[in-house]
């Protein structure tokens, strides 16, 4: 049977598992590393999924740039979750949370582009996100040698599936 999941937003006591588990993948240059200063900074942007214990086992934040365009980011499952639909249902999660504060387009800087397309994203050029680039492309050691794909998707108001 198939373990009980519950999303619901970060809590100042989830700040230390946010980090544990999205640097478990920046030591692995799949993601950038993040501080609990700066989640704790960001806490109500973040999404987490907790087990029957409490036990946080993704997570994943808005990262907003305007009014109407954020980034997903920081979109991280425990390694001995994947594949059981948490990737999805925490992005779900942000997208609802995206439509509640009016934001209408939402994009992301992967290195699982296939993730993404398979959840209604489309690949994008980076260029179409200068905001991005001047706030954290610009300083990035690995700005010369980036290989993350950008993936965008369009929110429309009261429907749940239009892909970019
Ligand atoms: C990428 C990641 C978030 C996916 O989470 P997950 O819980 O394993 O994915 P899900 O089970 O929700 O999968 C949803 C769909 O995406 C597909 N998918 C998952 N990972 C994929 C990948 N790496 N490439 C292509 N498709 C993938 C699944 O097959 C599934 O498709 P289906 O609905 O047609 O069956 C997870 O593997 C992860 O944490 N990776 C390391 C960190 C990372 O890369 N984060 C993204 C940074 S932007």
Do not use: W
Request: net charge neutral.
């Amino acid at each position: 049977m198939r373990e009980q999941i519950s999303l619901r937003m970060a809590q100042p006591a989830d700040v230390a598992a946010i980090v544990a588990l999205v640097n478990d993948y920046a030591s692995d240059s799949v993601m950038l590393p993040i501080s609990a200063e700066r989640v704790m900074l960001a806490l109500e942007d973040f999404v987490v999924a907790a087990d029957a214990r409490g036990r946080v086992r993704a997570c994943g934040a808005l990262k907003e740039y305007s009014p109407s365009l954020a980034e997903v980011a920081s979109l991280a499952v425990a390694r001995d979750a994947h594949g059981a639909g948490l990737g999805k249902r925490i992005v779900a999660e942000l997208e609802t949370l995206a439509r509640m504060r009016g934001i209408d387009e939402l994009f992301a800087l992967t290195m699982t582009a296939g993730f993404f397309e398979s959840i209604g994203y489309a690949v994008t050029e980076r260029a179409r996100y200068p905001e991005k680039i001047r706030r954290d492309c610009a300083s990035c050691a690995r700005r010369f040698g980036c290989a993350e794909v950008c993936v965008a998707r369009v929110l429309r108001a009261g429907t749940m599936d239009c892909a970019a």
